[in-house]
């Protein structure tokens, strides 16, 4: 299982927010590209970054962090992005620029037509982030709840050739409360793309759990808080999904 650390920004800076509050940052670094340097040296086989200003405003912001952050990744490893992606343009630029894809969230929930073409243009690029309170749908950096059914969608989402889905259980998310296997299996078990598990990962007893349902479809987990407070050894946690994936 791909373990992929998460680097959010904010006004240029890596923080986490708790259920993503803007109101309710912890700053963890004032130069995000040495955290993904940290990562790095860690082990990491894959970055993820949030453009969190980007998905309130509907347009990236952070491009100066996101810029340092692949000088500092060079390639080695792909990094994926989300967070204010609304048009075939932004997703241009941030491939030309050395993203290795593109997460569309809002966007793919507003104007599927917009995600179907950006699959289509893009192919192996796009991933579909779908945030969730209860099984429905979250928008506009969470701060709208939709009456959409996150199965239901992603069933539709299914046919346009998108790389994974990325879930987030956003009552979770930040929250170090454990993460929602059950929610997480049931998405996996009714498409056949793959699931990315996101929100509320706390310490390897929450690896061990997406581990033993690896095989529904669940093909890795984003860390946040957890590795930047210091419950989860990000480099042990990496070892025992390697180790278990191998069992």
Avoid at 4 to 24: E, F, M, N, S, W
Avoid at 130 to 157: E, M, N, Y
Avoid at 184 to 189: E, S
Avoid at 229 to 247: I, K, P, V
Wanted: negative net charge; charged residues 25%.
């Amino acid at each position: 299982m791909l373990l992929i650390p998460a680097i959010d920004l904010k006004d240029g800076q890596c923080v986490r927010l708790r259920q993503g509050d803007l109101g309710d940052a912890t700053i963890f670094s004032e130069e995000p590209a040495s955290m993904a340097a940290q990562w790095l040296e860690q082990g990491a086989r894959r970055l993820h970054l949030v453009d969190l200003n980007g998905a309130v405003s509907g347009t990236p912001k952070n491009q100066t962090a996101i810029k340092a952050i692949l000088d500092e990744v060079d390639g080695e490893v792909p990094v994926q992005i989300g967070g204010g992606i609304r048009d075939l343009n932004t997703i241009e630029r941030y491939l030309d620029i050395g993203l290795s894809y593109v997460i569309i969230g809002t966007a793919a929930i507003k104007d599927p037509g917009f995600l179907r073409d950006a699959c289509s243009a893009f192919p192996g690029n796009i991933i579909v982030g779908l945030d969730a309170r209860d099984g429905k749908v979250a928008t506009d950096g969470w701060s709208k709840l939709t009456r959409h059914d996150v199965i239901d969608i992603a069933r539709k989402f299914e046919d346009y050739g998108c790389e994974a889905i990325i879930y987030t259980d956003i009552g979770r998310d930040g929250m170090l409360t454990g993460v929602n296997i059950e929610s997480t299996v049931k998405l996996a078990q009714a498409v056949t793309i793959p699931i990315i598990a996101s929100g509320g990962v706390t310490n390897l007893t929450d690896i061990e759990a997406l581990c033993a349902v690896e095989d529904e479809g669940i093909e890795g987990a984003i860390l946040g808080r957890s590795i930047y407070e210091g419950t989860l050894d990000f480099a042990a946690a990496q070892d025992l999904a390697d180790e278990l994936g191998a069992s």
